[in-house]
C-alpha cells in the first residue's frame, strides 16, 4: 500500500504539471470540500464509533479503485487529445495510464481478499448448528 500511495502522489504531481502546460487552473475550493467530504464520509453511522467495521476495507478499497478507474480515463482522454495538444508527451501519458491499469490489478486483488476476509468471518459467524446458514438455502434454490 505504501508503494501504491507514492505512485497515486507521483500521478497527482503529474497532473499538475499537465494543467500548468495546458493552462487549466486548480480550483482550489473544489480540492477543500473534496478533503472535507473524503473526512466527513469516515463518520458514518455504521453502529461502530469506535472500531471498523467488516466492510470498511472492502469499501474503501471499492473506492480507491474506482478513483483509479477515474484517473486511467483521464489518461486515456489527454492521450486522446496528445495528438492535437503540442504541451502533451503521448510517452508519458501512455506510461501514466499503464500504471493506473497496474494500480487498478492491484487494487482488485486487494479488494477481493477483503471481501473473502469479510464474508468468510460474517458467514462463520452466522453459521448455524448444522453447518449451513438459512442464507445459504436460499442462495442455493435461487442458483438452481
Do not use: C, H, Y
Not at 508503494?3 to 477543500?32: Q, Y
Not at 471499492?62 to 496528445?82: N, Q, T
Not at 506510461?95 to 477483503?114: M, T
Not at 471481501?115 to 458467514?123: H, K, L, Q, S
Amino acid at each position: 500500500m505504501a508503494e501504491l500511495a507514492e505512485e497515486i502522489a507521483e500521478d497527482r504531481d503529474s497532473l499538475r504539471e499537465i494543467m500548468t502546460a495546458l493552462d487549466v487552473p486548480a480550483r482550489w475550493p473544489r480540492v477543500a470540500v473534496s478533503r472535507l467530504a473524503e473526512k466527513a464520509a469516515r463518520f458514518k453511522l455504521n453502529g461502530r464509533l469506535v472500531s471498523r467495521s467488516p466492510l470498511s476495507d472492502v469499501l474503501e478499497l471499492e473506492a480507491m479503485r474506482l478513483g483509479v478507474e477515474g484517473k486511467a480515463s483521464l489518461w486515456r482522454s489527454l492521450g486522446i487529445l496528445a495528438d492535437t495538444a503540442a504541451p502533451l508527451d503521448p510517452t508519458a501519458l501512455s506510461r501514466l495510464l499503464e500504471r493506473a491499469e497496474r494500480q487498478a490489478a492491484v487494487l482488485e486483488g486487494l479488494r477481493v481478499e477483503a471481501v473473502a476476509r469479510t464474508f468468510a468471518a460474517t458467514t462463520t459467524a452466522t453459521t448455524g448448528a448444522a453447518g449451513t446458514s438459512p442464507g445459504r438455502a436460499r442462495r442455493a434454490r435461487w442458483a438452481s
